[in-house]
């Protein structure tokens, strides 16, 4: 009987693609292996050392690698971010589905940027902008910027290097605003705009709700910050 290839949903998908091809890629924090499996399955690396701390997932993700026939060319590792991964080993590097702040951690715990990686490929479920805070403070260049929806909720996943000069932002973006990117305004991301307004919407309730409290102007400036990314779309895309 043959055997299924592996399903990912699209920001999975989103990640893998920005993941482009490689000889070795390593992913931290794989869970059960899905995305390490489905990069084998696609013929975009020739190895991938799969890490996680859990060592009932890396059990799951060996039992999912052996049945797709995929034991040879997955290498299963327990370990706290790059600890089970050599300066240098792998070209490309997955880090999806976890807190920006945590996956920052992890970027830190690096002797050398990205391990020596020439790619990263990172997917935070929330803390987006303190992620984005600690590369630009770190130097890190982000290449590709996608935001994704699935069902109601919307994703963002970054690809980064440390080979390249970062990106200086576009021209009346806000000071110190890193809650998304400029990077896909510029490439008119199909979600972008719907994702503004959402945030938007948030904040104006928000603020409502946080009248006279300590937490009101912070609260203010994001949603000025949303106000103004909102009109550079507008002007950049739908002035007639």
Known sequence: MARRGIQLSLRLQTAVELLGGCDRAADIGCDHGRVAAAILQMGLCRKVIATD????SLKKAERLASYL???ERMELRQGNGFEAIGEGECEAVLILGMGGQLIARILDGCKTPLNGARRAVLQPMRGQAELRRYLHEKGLCIEED???KEGRRYYQVLSITADKEPQKPMAGWPVDCYELGYISLEKRERWYK???CER???YEKQCREALGTYGEEELKKRL?????I???WEDRYETV
């Open 224 to 228: 000025n910050d949303m106000k103004t």
């Open 230 to 232: 909102l009109k550079l």
């Open 200 to 202: 938007i919407e948030q």
């Open 146 to 148: 996608r935001i994704v």
């Open 53 to 56: 701390i859990s060592l009932p």
């Open 194 to 196: 719907d994702y503004v």
């Open 69 to 71: 026939g995929l034991a």
